[in-house]
């Protein structure tokens, strides 16, 4: 990944710049926060008292846009694993302070409401002398999509709850080799749901997006430690995320599925030559096209 093609905003800039969009982030959780989540979420109205000290912040702190085959696509990172249960907690469940799973590492939203984008577009309409701003964002809301924004959140931690000893990392490296892996593995999944919306295979799924995860963050795919981050052995299966994925049917047969897919991840390490680990996303596109499993 090149990158070149990325944009980045860093430490408490990060959430600065995402709460002029979605200004529901001024409210802090709480069991009476209902309302003041409506209107920001809903109507775009900041609290009077807006302010982000619920969130602790980090210098390492990233909002980046990664540019894909399938358009970019905007990602944060928060380094302190509080400020990420606080984010989820305002976006997903309205400011409500619901306890966050410790699983729970990362996150897509779709379909957010971005109120910049709104105040752009009435600004424009304005300056073009238009003077019934309610009707025409009335008509502007109606197209699918307007005004609407998508953003994976990600969490600090080993990728798979793998430690780092398990890994040809140590530990400071494996933090940073995680994060990447964690982001481009979700970038992976925005792209195959933007282009291929109707082709779902969960496992497969899992797999290539490991692909595109593990060469953005090292460089190569590495056969061996994608098979650990899903548990899965050339004799069966050996605990991890694989679980997650199969149905009860599948469930009942782990070993002979683990078997399959660590197979899978051999084939596709013979595949993956330099050109494949120059350009991930073509790859995963390659990939999915030419599924060596079927679930």
Known sequence: MDASAETRVMGRDALMALA?????????????????HRLASG????PADASLDHFAGSPNDELRVVETPAGPVEVLFLENRAD??????????????????????????????????VAEARTAYVAAGGDDWPAEFGR????????RAELIVISEGPYSNVPAGETPFDQGEWLHVSREVRLHHECAHVVCRRLLPDDILPVWDEITADVVGLICATG??????AARFLGVTAQGFAGGRLAEYLDEEQKDRIDDVAVEVHGACERIGQLCGPAEAASPFEFLLILKKAPLIAY
């Open 140 to 147: 502007l809301a109606r197209r699918p999509g307007a005004f």
């Open 84 to 117: 990420f249960e606080t984010f989820l907690q305002i976006v997903g469940h309205k400011a409500q302070p619901v306890p966050i799973a410790r699983t729970v590492g990362a996150i897509t939203y779709r379909g957010l409401p971005d109120w910049e984008k």
């Open 20 to 36: 002029k969009r979605f200004p529901q982030l001024y409210v802090a959780p709480a069991e009476d926060a209902q309302e003041r």
């Open 220 to 225: 190569e795919y590495d056969p061996a430690l």
């Open 43 to 46: 109507r775009g109205i900041a």
